[in-house]
């Protein structure tokens, strides 16, 4: 499995950003997608996740801010960003699960910045 991030990059405060995340495979093998970010000297942490459903899952942190979504027929996971904060600045990794396997993608950064 291959997960190819895109999208990162350099935005103001209460600026918009959009992250996409291709699939080498049909993604609804998987049980679950999602975007987790790492901030400097902090640990991983679930940004959002789509369940094969449909069914999301957001942290507090970003509720009512970003938006999961996802594209079967180009087998792409979407993290719309807006209203984005500098605490928001970390590097960006697109997850996939099969059961208790985790797949994950190189990252990509954001950083939030005046």
């Known amino acids: 499995v291959q997960l190819v991030e895109s999208g990162g990059g350099l935005v103001q405060p209460g600026g918009t950003l959009s992250l996409s995340c291709a699939a080498s495979?049909?993604?609804?093998?998987?049980?679950?997608m999602g975007w987790y970010r790492q901030a400097p000297g902090q640990q991983r942490e679930l940004v959002a996740d789509?369940?094969?459903?449909?069914?999301?899952t957001y942290a507090e942190s970003v509720k009512g801010r970003f938006t999961i979504s996802r594209d079967s027929a180009k087998n792409t996971v979407y993290l719309q960003m807006s209203s984005l904060e500098p605490e928001d600045t970390a590097v960006y990794h697109c997850?996939?699960?099969?059961?208790?396997?985790?797949?994950w993608g190189q990252g990509t950064q954001v950083t939030v910045s005046s």
């Open positions: 997850n996939a699960r099969i059961l208790s396997q985790f797949f």
């Open positions: 495979e049909n993604i609804f093998n998987f049980n679950a």
């Open positions: 789509i369940n094969v459903g449909g069914t999301t």
